[in-house]
């Protein structure tokens, strides 16, 4: 049976374990030398300065965080500027991910930079005491709001499953919201569950490749121009590391395939 597949559009929360394992001791301890904006609203160029030179690092609220072998066309909008002011010249002591959240916080010096991967997602600098100093847009949201001078607050966790909503959900096939992955995750490593005892058996199953991941024993794998995953699945290629795999994936991003579904998205 062939595997159900999507474009993918954006980085999910285990892209994010996996990317982050491949380079969290390529973050910590660099410094901010830099910041621009670009032709494309919302995207950001962090220009570090780290032991082995400069990086690039592309950061784009809603969809991705990656470095980038790549130069592109470097602007200075009013947000750019404001972070320059905010956070330029700071180190970046840590970077981790809120649990169970797309979600980046990355300490820095004396700010705290959130960068959230949610739809309609934002970037966020506040203070050590987690007032915000910034934000790429202001969004009020039923348990929080976000803009300059509110105390950041994450999103609200969500409620563990009872007992009779995973055997309903189990009799739907409704794998994805029982164990918290994207369904496509779900399908790439093929597991499936009837009753309660197969479920704890997958679950263990999935607890054991998680915890690989977040070791960095990762595979990046590939369906070119559609899809990555940090395992290897039937059809995929393998490449040497994460940023790779998104390269390739983001050179269909301006073809009209991939517009047509972000104004789905929208």
């Known amino acids: 049976m062939s595997l159900k597949l999507s474009r993918k559009l954006s980085m999910s929360y285990v892209d994010l374990i996996a990317w982050l394992a491949e380079n969290r001791k390529r973050l910590e301890g660099c410094r901010i030398d830099n910041i621009f904006s670009t032709a494309k609203t919302g995207l950001f160029i962090f220009v570090i300065h780290c032991a082995n030179g400069d990086q690039q690092l592309i950061i784009e609220p809603g969809k991705r965080v990656h470095f980038t072998r790549f130069n592109r066309e470097r602007q200075l909008n009013s947000k750019a500027k404001m972070l320059r002011e905010l956070i330029r010249g700071q180190l970046i002591k840590s970077v981790?991910?809120?649990e169970g959240e797309r979600i980046l916080k990355f300490q820095l010096s004396n700010s705290l930079l959130y960068v959230?991967?949610?739809p309609?997602?934002?970037?966020v600098v506040?203070?050590?005491e987690g007032k915000i100093k910034f934000v790429t847009e202001e969004r009020r949201f039923k348990d929080r709001t976000m803009r300059p001078g509110e105390v950041y607050v994450l999103p609200p966790t969500q409620t563990p499953l009872k007992d009779e909503e995973i055997a309903s959900l189990l009799k739907k096939?409704?794998?994805s919201r029982i164990l918290g992955i994207p369904q496509e995750f779900v399908n790439v490593l093929g597991l499936r569950a009837d009753s309660m005892n197969q479920l704890t058996v997958i679950k263990e199953k999935l607890r054991e490749i998680m915890n690989n991941i977040e070791q960095g024993k990762i595979h990046p794998c590939l369906i070119p121009?559609?899809?990555?995953w940090p395992v290897q699945f039937p059809g995929c290629v393998q490449r040497s590391n994460y940023d790779?795999?998104?390269m390739n994936i983001l050179q269909t991003w301006k073809r009209p395939i991939?517009?047509?579904?972000?104004?789905?998205e929208r």
């Open 244 to 246: 790779e795999v998104w």
């Open 126 to 128: 506040t203070d050590e």
């Open 225 to 228: 121009e559609q899809t990555f």
């Open 120 to 123: 309609k997602g934002i970037l």
């Open 96 to 98: 981790n991910l809120i």
């Open 173 to 175: 096939g409704s794998l």
């Open 116 to 118: 959230e991967l949610l």
């Open 258 to 264: 991939y517009l047509m579904q972000l104004m789905k």
